[in-house]
């Protein structure tokens, strides 16, 4: 482990909401992050550059020069790969994993630990050649021209009705073969396969958000113990917490979990069209891509249609933010109680839960580097992880309100 993640790992156990400078501790820690600029400088250092770290027309020859040996094409500039808070698409880095003559190993953790995303969409046609192409040290010139006898493809809006081509069942395909003409033919007989993703997580989402919305289910569950325990004490209504009670919308439960208050689910609801753009953006405490794709009301609609989201960090945020909540939800009302306090054991299982969810839907384990998934370990150090989370939210509305 390096000594950047060592560092995320401790910031996350020591930082605790009850904390006398807590506020301050989280903007500290949200401002340790790396940006792709600084991952990229310290993926460089690990694989063979040795000049002064800060000195970007070095790295940049450094990186002419590795584009050029391995024949791969090379950007207009690459002095805007430094440039703080630049992001960059999929192709660019995997670009770069060739460049760099990566192996499948070696580019999911560039990706982990430098793209913060996913590796390989091996439900897409140019990322199953990409996944081929590095797994049998391939070129990036021949990826480009197995890529080339395909036409663009159009992604699906919605995943279909008859059995699905599972992502799982593509990969150990292509991990069975070494010959790209039976991989091109392949692709051709299942064409069709390739214009949808994320079935197996999207199963996963729909189901957590039955257990969670039914009538009678988790949040309807907590939502009487929330009530019944903080909302009493409030004089006036708009302060109270908003609780989803039986038949409760797809909004009015994304705002319980989120821990908002009446006045805010109001608010948001009449002036943004129930979206919260408006406060996860460039807020201090969502550095990087943790404002990316983060859980939204829409997003979970669409999920629940069955319909094909654009980016693969929507369908894996969500499927963390539902199943850490339903984990929870469901021991507090299990022992109906707002208050009890999680033994370590609880916390790890909660974590081996996500995790496990996570690596059966074809995603990397939670990484305590990248922002987003960093708040989720954070809160599992908390007593009480559920009402950290919530916590770690309100400082989310809060900093949004003083910018």
């Known amino acids: 482990m390096d000594q950047y993640t060592e560092t995320m790992i401790l910031a996350a156990e020591i930082s605790s909401p009850d904390d006398d400078d807590y506020e301050e501790n989280l903007l500290k820690i949200s401002a340790m992050f790396r940006g792709f600029d600084q991952a990229l400088t310290v993926f460089l250092g690990e694989h063979g550059y040795s000049g002064?770290?800060?000195?970007?027309?070095?790295?940049?020859?450094?990186?002419?020069?590795?584009?050029?040996?391995?024949?791969?094409?090379?950007?207009?500039?690459?002095?805007?790969?430094?440039?703080?808070?630049?992001?960059?698409?999929?192709?660019?880095?995997?670009?770069?994993?060739?460049?760099?003559?990566?192996?499948?190993?070696?580019?999911?953790?560039?990706?982990?630990?430098?793209?913060?995303?996913?590796?390989?969409?091996?439900?897409?046609?140019?990322?199953?050649?990409?996944?081929?192409?590095?797994?049998?040290?391939?070129?990036?010139?021949?990826?480009?021209?197995?890529?080339?006898?395909?036409?663009?493809?159009?992604?699906?809006?919605?995943?279909?009705?008859?059995?699905?081509?599972?992502?799982?069942?593509?990969?150990?395909?292509?991990?069975?073969?070494?010959?790209?003409?039976?991989?091109?033919?392949?692709?051709?007989?299942?064409?069709?396969?390739?214009?949808?993703?994320?079935?197996?997580?999207?199963?996963?989402?729909?189901?957590?958000?039955?257990?969670?919305?039914?009538?009678?289910?988790?949040?309807?569950?907590?939502?009487?113990?929330?009530?019944?325990?903080?909302?009493?004490?409030?004089?006036?209504?708009?302060?109270?917490?908003?609780?989803?009670?039986?038949?409760?919308?797809?909004?009015?439960?994304?705002?319980?979990?989120?821990g908002m208050t009446n006045y805010m689910e109001k608010e948001y609801a009449a002036k943004y069209d129930r979206s919260l753009t408006t406060v996860l953006s460039d807020n201090k405490l969502l550095p990087l891509k943790a404002a990316y794709c983060f859980p939204s009301r829409q997003s979970i609609d669409k999920i629940l249609r069955g319909e094909t989201v654009g980016d693969n960090e929507i369908i894996r945020k969500m499927l963390i933010f539902l199943t850490f909540y339903k984990y929870w939800a469901k021991i507090i009302t299990d022992k109906n109680d707002a208050f009890y306090e999680a033994r370590k054991s609880d916390s790890v299982r909660c974590l081996d839960t996500i995790n496990n969810r996570l690596l059966d839907a074809g995603y990397p384990e939670l990484y305590a580097g990248n922002a987003y998934d960093w708040i989720f370990m954070w809160s599992l150090n908390d007593d009480q992880p559920l009402a950290a989370f919530r916590r770690y939210m309100g400082e989310v509305f809060a900093v949004s309100a003083e910018q």
């Open 52 to 258: 002064d770290l800060n000195d970007v027309p070095a790295k940049v020859q450094f990186l002419r020069e590795k584009f050029k040996a391995a024949n791969v094409k090379q950007p207009r500039d690459f002095k805007e790969w430094f440039i703080p808070k630049k992001q960059f698409s999929r192709d660019t880095a995997f670009s770069i994993c060739f460049a760099f003559g990566l192996n499948i190993d070696g580019t999911k953790d560039f990706f982990l630990r430098v793209q913060f995303e996913r590796a390989f969409n091996c439900h897409t046609v140019k990322e199953s050649v990409y996944y081929f192409c590095l797994k049998n040290a391939l070129s990036y010139s021949e990826a480009q021209e197995i890529i080339a006898q395909f036409p663009a493809q159009k992604r699906a809006k919605k995943i279909p009705g008859r059995d699905a081509l599972y992502t799982k069942t593509i990969i150990e395909y292509i991990d069975s073969i070494d010959d790209k003409e039976k991989l091109i033919c392949y692709i051709k007989d299942n064409i069709e396969d390739f214009q949808y993703n994320n079935v197996t997580a999207g199963e996963y989402i729909r189901e957590l958000w039955e257990d969670i919305s039914k009538k009678g289910g988790l949040a309807e569950k907590e939502g009487t113990i929330l009530d019944r325990t903080h909302n009493q004490d409030q004089e006036q209504d708009q302060e109270n917490y908003v609780i989803a009670g039986a038949n409760a919308s797809t909004w009015r439960i994304f705002a319980q979990i989120l």
